[in-house]
C-alpha cells in the first residue's frame, strides 16, 4: 500500500496472503534477481526478504516437516507458477503433496509475520 501526502510517499509493508503467495513470489524475485537492476525507489515492501524466506524453506527441509518429493513439486509446479490441481489424474499426487507442503509453510510464515492471519 502507497500512501501519498502533499510532499512524499509514504511506503507501507504489505504481508502475503497464503503461502502459495510467498512461495511465488520467492521464486519469481529469484529468477529476475539477476537478470537486470530492480527498482529500489519501489514502495511495495514485503515483511521478509528472498534470504529470509529460503532460510525458513531450508529449515523446514533440514527439520524433516518438508521433504525432498515436496520441494520436488513446489519448484517444478513454482516455475509454472501455477499449484498442481488435484483433478487432473497426472498431478493429483503432486496436489497432495503440494497441500502438505503449502500448510507446512503457511504456519511457519504465519508464526514470523509474513502472511495475514
Not at 533440514?62 to 513439486?73: A, H, I, N, P
Amino acid at each position: 500500500m502507497t500512501i501519498k501526502n502533499n510532499t512524499q510517499t509514504i511506503c507501507t509493508t504489505e504481508k502475503f496472503q497464503n503461502a502459495e503467495q510467498l512461495w511465488f513470489w520467492f521464486l519469481y524475485s529469484k529468477s529476475v534477481q539477476n537478470s537486470f537492476v530492480r527498482n529500489r525507489n519501489s514502495c511495495t515492501k514485503r515483511p521478509c526478504e528472498l534470504i529470509d524466506v529460503e532460510t525458513l524453506i531450508t529449515k523446514l527441509y533440514l527439520s524433516g516437516r518438508l521433504t525432498e518429493e515436496q520441494l520436488c513439486v513446489m519448484k517444478k509446479f513454482g516455475d509454472r507458477r501455477r499449484a498442481p490441481h488435484q483433478y487432473i489424474w497426472s498431478e493429483n499426487h503432486a496436489a497432495s503433496l503440494w497441500n502438505q507442503a503449502m500448510t507446512v509453510i503457511d504456519l511457519a510464515a504465519k508464526q514470523r509475520g509474513w502472511i495475514e492471519k
